[in-house]
């Protein structure tokens, strides 16, 4: 039996062997812990959508390709939504861990601070895909 991460989970693997990174570092950078990495190969339950996101991010693979890879890419727009939120909750708790001192109006400023620069770099990449069409 397959479970539902299964193909995210080998995908994930060739991307972390393909970058050198062992399961540790893949650990540190997404915040979770190795045995929730492992999990993904064997839990019969669908992953967190937040899970999904935090790996893919750390491995530089394409969102949407990992949530359809872990059965989650065809959510409606509600669940879309809603894992928009998880990714949210999961930054300010990855920011709450690393820096306990930081206040909740810090944290909002960085958030907001990377919300901004991520969206003057897309629109940067769409600029520079109409010049090159």
């Known amino acids: 039996m397959t479970t539902p991460a299964a193909a995210f989970y080998q995908r994930a693997e060739r991307e972390r062997g393909r970058l050198g990174m062992t399961k540790s570092d893949l650990a540190a950078r997404t915040g979770l812990g190795r045995n929730t990495y492992d999990r993904l ?9 937040a899970t999904i996101l935090a790996i893919a991010g750390a491995l530089g693979m394409d969102v ?25 909750e999961a930054l300010v708790a990855a920011l709450q861990r690393r820096l306990p001192d930081l206040d909740g109006a810090t944290i909002a400023r960085v958030l907001s601070t990377t919300a901004d620069l991520l969206q003057s ?13």
Not at 67 to 86: H, K
Request: glycine letters at 6%; charged letters at 30%.
């Open 41 to 49: 190969a064997t839990q019969d339950n669908p992953a967190r959508p």
């Open 64 to 88: 949407d390709e990992a949530l359809d890879l872990a059965g989650i890419g065809s959510a409606p727009a509600q669940q879309r939504q809603r894992v928009e939120v998880s990714i949210e």
């Open 121 to 133: 770099t897309a629109d940067l990449l769409d600029d520079q895909e109409g010049h090159a069409s």
